[in-house]
């Protein structure tokens, strides 16, 4: 089974922190995405990873950066929280651009007071 | 207009029952369609994949897809309180539009009743 872990379930920041999300696939996937999921707005695509250091900017990318260093690791990091950035951030993984079956990890609550 | 309209629910449903789930979406150039079941404080897990209008059955669950009314369906026979979940309908271009476009709905809310 394919299995996308991130490294929090619950995390609790403080304004103007900087935050790292990380998330690790054990798959070999080659394409990896960052979303976050709101109340009635569902999944928003944040960033997204085709191939080792490269992104591509999703729909929401303003406040928040990425890292890919290895093929299995994706790293989400908000420079300096936000409250609006309170939310669920997903990580999930696919094997490669014309797959359509994305597979995501358990979510990480992140809430910034 | 979204690209993507899912009722939100909640959906209350007695054990036993034929829950319909669905959407509707406005661009015509999605041919691929899934549904994602997620449970509370989880992420979503792929439950149904299609290609293109049509149906497809697994177990309990069948997927129909009417391009032509741009209308998908998520049918789950004999419900279980075990169904009780939100599900997402998602839908993506295969980039064929040129940027490769991947969306979701916001979810349906199930509850199955013992």
């Known amino acids: 089974d394919v299995k996308v872990t991130q490294s929090s379930r619950y995390l609790v920041k403080r304004t103007g922190e900087k935050v790292f999300l990380e998330c690790v696939q054990d798959m070999d996937h080659e394409n990896m995405f960052w979303y976050r999921q709101d109340p009635g707005l569902g999944l928003r695509l944040i960033y997204f990873s085709y191939d080792v250091k490269m992104k591509e900017k999703g729909d929401i990318p303003e406040g928040y950066s990425v890292s890919r260093e290895k093929k299995e690791r994706f790293s989400l990091i908000l420079e300096s929280a936000s409250t609006n950035q309170t939310s669920m951030y997903l990580c999930a993984s696919s094997w490669d651009r014309r797959d359509e079956k994305l597979f995501f990890g358990s979510g990480t609550q992140l809430s910034v007071l | 207009q979204k690209e993507v309209e899912q009722d939100p629910g909640p959906l209350s449903v007695p054990e036993g029952a034929i829950v319909s789930l669905n959407c509707t979406y406005s661009n015509s150039a999605f041919q691929y369609f899934m549904w994602y079941r997620q449970y509370s404080r989880k992420g979503p897990e792929l439950l149904m994949y299609t290609y293109s209008s049509g149906n497809k059955e697994d177990g309990r669950f069948t997927a129909q897809v009417d391009k032509s009314s741009k209308y998908i369906s998520l049918f789950i026979r004999d419900s279980q309180p075990s169904d009780s979940a939100t599900y997402l309908c998602?839908?993506?271009?295969?980039?064929?539009?040129?940027?490769?476009?991947?969306?979701f709905g916001t979810g349906t809310r199930l509850k199955v009743l013992a």
């Open positions: 998602a839908m993506s271009d295969g980039g064929t539009s040129g940027t490769y476009k991947y969306i």
